[in-house]
């Protein structure tokens, strides 16, 4: 399966029409944020970054990958990576509303980027999709390289000053 998602992925990026760019962060309206759910700590981290951008008046929608099923009910809109299948399409109608809604930015905060995430971030309509891991098929428009990498406040912190700039 994962062999056959990484080529359906390749494919899918290949073939893809979608015209990205990235916007004035002034005239930015809607930010979606595609993250896998680890700890509170990482999700506290994340609130106070949507926090920050509401108070610019931006609308934030997380969309966190979960794996232990008592996560399930915690936040509004969640998904497991099992709910893909063998053709690259997904079952949960979560993922599918987060891939054709018209972010202006889409956030994928963490450095590790599994195939199911390649492939709702290839398939997503986002204007710019920002990230910070390098990757061979190129899908982050703007990547940010953290000089303290694995602290997640430090990281979401120098993406604000960044997105403020642009």
Not at 44 to 65: E, S, T, Y
Not at 96 to 120: A, G, H, R, S, V
Not at 126 to 146: D, M, Q, T, W, Y
Request: glycine share 2%; aromatic share 12%.
């Amino acid at each position: 399966m994962k062999f056959i998602l990484k080529t359906i992925n390749k494919l899918i990026n290949k073939s893809s029409t979608i015209n990205r760019a990235s916007i004035n962060y002034e005239q930015t309206k809607h930010i979606g944020i595609l993250y896998k759910y680890v700890d509170e700590n990482k999700q506290k981290a994340l609130n106070d970054f949507a926090k920050q951008i509401k108070l610019d008046g931006k609308r934030v929608d997380f969309l966190p990958a979960i794996s232990k099923r008592n996560a399930d009910n915690r936040y509004f809109k969640t998904f497991r990576t099992s709910e893909i299948n063998l053709i690259g399409r997904w079952t949960n109608s979560n993922v599918n509303l987060f891939i054709y809604q018209q972010y202006d930015f889409i956030i994928y905060p963490d450095l590790y980027l599994t195939n199911e995430m390649e492939n709702i971030l290839i398939r997503s309509h986002a204007k710019c999709r920002v990230g910070f891991i390098h990757n061979p098929l190129n899908l982050f428009e703007l990547l940010l390289k953290s000089d303290n990498e694995y602290d997640i406040d430090h990281r979401l912190n120098k993406l604000y000053s960044y997105l403020k700039k642009i």
